[in-house]
């Protein structure tokens, strides 16, 4: 139980304040999946949904040498309760402004879903949390990009 208050804690403090995705032109799509429930099909249905949502916002998908959005989907079991941890992720290639000006790669966006499950409803559950963390992306890509 403590693993789980200090799980949802950092969630609480993770806000989306300090992101910004002003500029961003094009994407790739990558979807991690660590869930024995979800079926292949739900994978499919996040791959789809995070193209539409790159698209609705006029966003370039399969572009070489681009950043990434990825999803990274976790399961977590405590007895017979089921959760899902949900990240949505924009990886790409940035330059630092220290001294000698290095390129690496850095999180520019994050935004992250921790939900409870039931093994029956975990498809359905998964792509509720997905809706809700394009929604979050998209939200923020148009307040960036007025």
Known sequence: MKILFTLLLALSLNAAGFWTLTGLEKANIYVKNELSLVKPETITKIKEKIDFALQENDIATQ???????????????????????IKLQLGEEVQTYRKAKTSTFAITFEATDFIEVDVEDVDRDVLESMDFLLSQFSELYQDDNE
């Open 63 to 85: 572009q070489q040498d681009s950043p990434t959005l990825m999803v990274s989907l976790e399961e977590l079991t405590d007895d017979e309760t089921h959760f899902i941890y």
